[in-house]
């Protein structure tokens, strides 16, 4: 069984920063496409942004600019550095390995963006 832990959340004013980590159990981390989304209350779960196994990464339209992810494989980590936080990102932040229905999810993590 793949353990994903989050860590990184927290409360920031608006035009602040964060750094999302995640740290997975999967020995097989670098061959994985890794990927946060996020839930804010009564929405669905959307995808933020996705690194694949060679590095490539593709972001959601509202955090483009704003939110890089990176992956380290030595350390099975991947981070998402979020700046220009506006109150529109609060929401849970998930990890997650993998596709399909096949993928491991993490517990999440709050971001709550507010003044």
């Known amino acids: 069984q793949v353990q994903l832990v989050e860590s990184g959340g927290g409360l920031v004013q608006p035009g602040g920063s964060l750094r999302l980590s995640c740290v997975s159990s999967?020995?097989?981390?670098?061959?994985?496409?890794m990927s946060w989304y996020r839930q804010a209350p009564g929405k669905q779960r959307d995808l933020v942004a996705a690194?694949?196994?060679?590095?490539?990464?593709n972001y959601a339209d509202a955090v483009k600019g704003r939110f890089t992810l990176s992956r380290d494989n030595a350390k099975k980590t991947v981070n998402l550095e979020m700046n220009s936080l506006k109150p529109e990102d609060t929401a849970v932040y998930y990890c997650?390995?993998?596709?399909?229905?096949?993928?491991?999810w993490g517990q999440g993590t709050q971001v709550t963006v507010s003044s």
């Open positions: 997650r390995q993998g596709l399909g229905s096949g993928a491991y």
């Open positions: 999967n020995p097989l981390f670098r061959l994985n496409t």
């Open positions: 690194i694949g196994p060679s590095g490539i990464t």
